[in-house]
């Protein structure tokens, strides 16, 4: 068929059933395109509800040569007007990755790094993607959390925090970290006269301009195990000025990580410095990909550009028998330099909005599982992906009451028991153990409310059955210190010791006693004495 034809197809209805009236293509980087479908059809009896999450597809042919099909899902489907011969359908179809917006969740990714979680978040809702154009280094990261975020937002996000952007083609969803990943394959001759050139590259109407952005980033965070280190980067374009964006905390750990975060911060800070739009007749331009113009009378404008949004608008109006115009294409196009990497708007973690509670874990049946730095393991009760083991989490660092150098106050929560969990800043990577609570299985070690003038800091013998004790009892006329020691008591005093009792005092020792003074011994008993030796007694 010669000419501009655009034909689409939903799902397992004949070809025939549609005829397509005009579209609207949506096309943006690192965005969900958004196709827009009115159609004509014979039938006014087609169930919508049918046709939802079908395929689709719409396919723009010239002179018989296709020139693009464009495949997804049909996530919304309206009837219109109807004449009782012919009655209009509107569907809006979506690339298959839309449905990740369908879904919330909350889960913990160990040990992965960002390609890693991307690609198998794409495996999990079974989406066709090319993951062969990363050209830079990313990291594994310990500790990642998606909290209570649909997969394509948490998707979008580490895509972001990494520079990693996506669009499609096809069936296809492709993601790069660097222009190099894009297809340079389109040329587009400029001609204010459209009408005077038949074929479908031309730019009719070009505009180029340069914006004032952020033109610096400072970015700093902290690193407990080097807390005296200023963890810094900064980062400054080209251009003057003094409009810098300090961030601080939760980026970044080491100096390997922050340079190239600072660097990625200062390229999304500046993504619209210099901005083109167009319009063209060309369907086949689309994110992803790089063009060059010709034929521009200023040569600075006949350069390579990459596309970063393109509407598409095509019109058939044989297909509702309007008469007039014939079919027609065109379409508004953003772009940016081709030399220039564009990178996806920073998404910004979800704030952690309060305390939760979790369990302590560890490895098999040890019972105090820890690192050199305090920090222990644990088990959050909405996470539904790992077992309650030392996997569970990444290492989380136990707040005490009172610490310094060597010094200060120190109990680990154990495995088993339930503890109160905070995060630095709100960020929901950086957990931190604040407390402990009773629940029904940890009851607490007073008979409460009997006892509730009793304080104590009671412990539990490892891998056994005793305890030790230090307990006050605050009830009035019964006031007590009780020290409970479940084997040996050793007690260094490094000058005096003084110890007065205003009543009895009484020792008794089950076995022997040994007393070694090496210097005076004094006593003084201003009453009675009362010596008793069951067998010898040796006095030098």
């Not at 601080?248 to 739009?277: A, C, I, M």
Request: aromatic share 10%.
């Amino acid at each position: 068929m010669d000419g501009l034809v655009f034909t689409c197809r939903i799902g397992e209805l004949p070809q025939t059933t549609f005829q397509v009236s005009q579209f609207t293509l949506q096309e943006e980087l690192s965005q969900l395109y958004r196709l827009t479908l009115k159609v004509v059809s014979s039938r006014d009896d087609i169930p919508l509800n049918e046709q939802l999450g079908d395929s689709a597809s719409l396919t723009v042919t010239r002179n018989g040569v296709t020139e693009r099909t464009i495949n997804g899902l049909v996530t919304g489907a309206e009837q219109g007007n109807t004449d009782g011969r012919r009655t209009f359908y509107i569907f809006t179809v979506r690339p298959k990755m839309w449905l990740m917006t369908l879904n919330q969740d909350s889960r913990i990714f160990h040990r992965q790094s960002v390609p890693e979680i991307l690609t198998e978040l794409l495996k999990e809702h079974y989406i066709f993607f090319a993951r062969d154009t990363l050209y830079k280094r990313h990291a594994e990261r310990e500790y990642t959390t998606q909290k209570r975020e649909s997969a394509y937002d948490f998707w979008c996000r580490l895509a972001a925090e990494e520079g990693i952007v996506f669009w499609f083609e096809e069936e296809q969803t492709l993601f790069c970290d660097c222009r190099l990943g894009m297809q340079a394959d389109i040329d587009l001759t400029y001609n204010t006269h459209p009408e005077t050139d038949e074929t479908d590259t031309t730019a009719y109407e070009w505009s180029y301009g340069e914006y004032l952005c952020s033109n610096g980033t400072i970015q700093k965070d902290h690193n407990f195990l080097n807390p005296k280190y200023s963890l810094e980067h900064q980062k400054q374009s080209d251009d003057s000025g003094h409009n810098s964006v300090f961030e601080s905390y939760g980026r970044f750990q080491w100096d390997e990580e922050g340079k190239p975060f600072t660097q990625l911060r200062l390229e999304q800070l500046r993504n619209h410095s210099k901005v083109g739009t167009a319009k063209t007749n060309c369907i086949r331009l689309r994110p992803g990909k790089i063009f060059t113009l010709q034929s521009h009378p200023i040569e600075a404008m006949n350069d390579r550009w990459q596309v970063i949004s393109v509407t598409h608008y095509g019109q058939q109006p044989v297909a509702s028998n309007d008469g007039g115009e014939g079919t027609t294409l065109t379409n508004e196009v953003a772009f940016i330099p081709g030399h220039q990497d564009w990178r996806p708007p920073y998404r910004y973690k979800p704030l952690a909005d309060g305390d939760e509670v979790a369990t302590v874990v560890g490895v098999g049946s040890e019972e105090i599982y820890v690192n050199e730095h305090g920090a222990i393991r644990i088990h959050f009760h909405w996470n539904r992906y790992d077992k309650a083991d030392d996997l569970a989490s990444c290492w989380v660092r136990v707040a005490q009451g009172w610490n310094g150098n060597g010094f200060g106050f120190m109990a680990i929560p154990r495995v088993g028991q339930e503890v109160i969990v905070s995060y630095l800043n709100g960020d929901i990577d950086r957990p931190i153990v604040t407390g402990c609570t009773y629940n029904g299985l940890n009851r607490p070690p007073l008979d409460l409310p009997r006892e509730k003038t009793r304080t104590t800091f009671k412990t539990r013998t490892h891998r056994g059955e005793g305890f030790n004790e230090l307990r006050f009892e605050d009830d009035k006329g019964s006031e007590e210190v009780f020290i409970h020691a479940q084997r040996d008591m050793n007690m260094q005093i490094l000058w005096d010791n003084t110890t007065q009792t205003g009543n009895d005092q009484k020792t008794e020792v089950a076995h022997n006693r040994t007393a070694i003074i090496k210097n005076d011994d004094d006593e003084a008993v201003q009453g009675f004495q009362t010596l008793e030796v069951g067998q010898n007694q040796t006095v030098t």
